[in-house]
T-cell receptor, first 114, second 114 residues
């Protein structure tokens, strides 16, 4: 069975500081990996995805993530955050041959302080 | 206009009432999904559908039912609502070309059951 773990439920950070949001997954097969962002009172928006190839993936709004197969991780990073990045971030995996079912982590709330 | 539209956006109702949440999409996607989001639990899959004639249970389908009225419409029903069904509900869609495709989310329905 697949599972996704986001160990940090909340991450406070000051504006212009770097941030890393952690995501680990467990799966006996290869997976596709996604990061979504949820702003208040909105649905989830796709930030970036890893399907294959280069392990460093760049997304929207200056975010990037690195896939590490040996550590089964897909951590999200941004070198300098803005107040507008305050939101909840979700990591998700999709398993080939599993009908495009997504398994979501519990989410990390990023709180950017001035 | 939003590609994935959920109605209503907010609903307060009483225990035992029948409730229907509606989802419509203009993306032309075949696959549609219903999730519920609870604080600290992320998103959990309730039902999913790959076309009008294909309906499948997700991990938490008890107490819910769905109807796929057309390719563009997928509704979720709570036949007799109970307080622990209070949550944020999301509809999502995806292209039917495989598990590499991201899911696209509506803005959610906040449901409170008293």
């Amino acid at each position: 069975a697949q599972s996704v773990t986001q160990l940090d439920s909340q991450v406070p950070v000051f504006e212009e500081a770097p941030v890393e949001l952690r995501c680990n997954y467990s799966s006996s097969v290869s997976v596709y990996l996604f990061w979504y962002v949820q702003y208040p009172n909105q649905g989830l928006q796709l930030l970036l995805k890893y399907l294959s190839g280069s392990t460093l993936v760049k997304g929207i709004n200056g975010f990037e993530a690195e896939f590490n197969k040996s550590q089964t991780s897909f951590h999200l990073r941004k070198p300098s955050v803005h107040i507008s990045d305050t939101a909840e971030y979700f990591c998700a995996v999709s398993v080939p041959g599993n009908f495009n079912k997504f398994y979501f982590g519990s989410g990390t709330k990023l709180n950017v302080k001035p | 206009d939003a590609d994935v539209t959920q109605t209503p956006r907010n609903r307060i109702t009483k225990t035992g009432k029948r409730i229907m949440l509606e989802c419509s999409q203009t993306k032309g996607h075949d696959r549609m999904y219903w999730y519920r989001q609870d604080p600290g639990l992320g998103l959990r899959l309730i039902y999913y559908s790959f076309d009008v004639k294909d309906i499948n249970k997700g991990e938490i389908s008890d107490g819910y039912s769905v109807s796929r009225q057309a390719q563009a419409k997928f509704s979720l029903s709570l036949e007799s609502a109970i307080p622990n069904q209070t949550a944020l509900y999301f509809c999502a869609t995806s292209d039917g070309t495989g598990e590499r495709q991201p899911q696209h989310f509506g803005d959610g329905t906040r449901l409170s059951i008293l």
